[in-house]
T-cell receptor, first 110, second 115 residues
Framework: NAGVTQTPKFQVLKTGQSMTLQCAQD?????MSWYRQDPGMGLRLIHY???????DQGEVPNGYNVSRSTTEDFPLRLLSAAPSQTSVYFC?????????FGQGTRLTVV | GQQLNQSPQSMFIQEGEDVSMNCTSS?????WLWYKQDPGEGPVLLIA?????ELTSNGRLTAQFGITRKDSFLNISASIPSDVGIYFC???????????????FGKGTHLIIQP
């Protein structure tokens, strides 16, 4: 019973590098979303998707791209990493308003 | 966007004590959720509330949907060491389109338990 799986768990990037954070869910949920968690800021929505082929911006979308080619997968791409993107990233899939979270990816940009 | 004020920011309590935390909003919400995040893990849903005045329990946890629809409370009775973590409230405004994209999260309450 995997739920939401995120990879990698930890990543260090140099400024300017690009990378993709992977997220997969096996619950057949239409809604998927990406959040970042920073100290004192709680969870902030980056991008979300209401189904395959449909994505939209959340509260803090700048510097990130997403795509949704299948129901199961929702990768998050950092185009040119910046130190301000150092954070813990959570992917979630949702049934109605109840979000189920992955274990997170801790990203450090140096 | 919607603003959620969650308090307190942190709590230092003794094992066995009861815990209370709350969230307030400047606008009306039609759903309140409470999550717990263990260190190094993602948030896990504890309780979901869908109706004003609703009181729901999950073991030693009890949460209430405020009658004004602008607040929610979470109580933990007889705290134990595994209750340590960050507790988040989340709400969905009546003005959102539905689905988790309409959720707003509080900034969390850090619960620390001293044996």
């Amino acid at each position: 019973n995997a739920g939401v799986t995120q990879t990698p768990k930890f990543q260090v990037l140099k400024t300017g590098q690009s990378m993709t954070l992977q997220c997969a869910q096996d619950m057949n949920h239409e809604y998927m979303s990406w959040y970042r968690q920073d100290p004192g800021m709680g969870l902030r929505l980056i991008h979300y998707s209401v189904g395959a082929g449909i994505t939209d911006q959340g509260e803090v979308p700048n510097g990130y791209n997403v795509s949704r080619s299948t129901t199961e997968d929702f990768p998050l791409r950092l185009l040119s990493a910046a130190p301000s993107q150092t954070s813990v990233y959570f992917c979630a899939s949702s049934s109605g308003v109840q979000a189920f979270f992955g274990q997170g990816t801790r990203l450090t940009v140096v | 966007g919607q603003q959620l004020n969650q308090s307190p920011q942190s709590m230092f309590i003794q094992e066995g004590e009861d815990v209370s935390m709350n969230c307030t909003s400047s606008s009306i919400f039609n759903t309140w959720l409470w999550y717990k995040q263990d260190p190094g893990e993602g948030p896990v849903l504890l309780i979901a509330l869908y109706k004003a005045g609703e009181l729901t329990s999950n073991g030693r946890l009890t949460a209430q949907f405020g009658i004004t629809r602008k607040d929610s409370f979470l109580n933990i009775s007889a705290s134990i060491p595994s209750d340590v973590g960050i507790y988040f409230c989340a709400g969905q405004s009546i003005y959102s389109g539905g689905g988790a994209d309409g959720l707003t999260f509080g900034k969390g309450t850090h619960l620390i338990i001293q044996p």
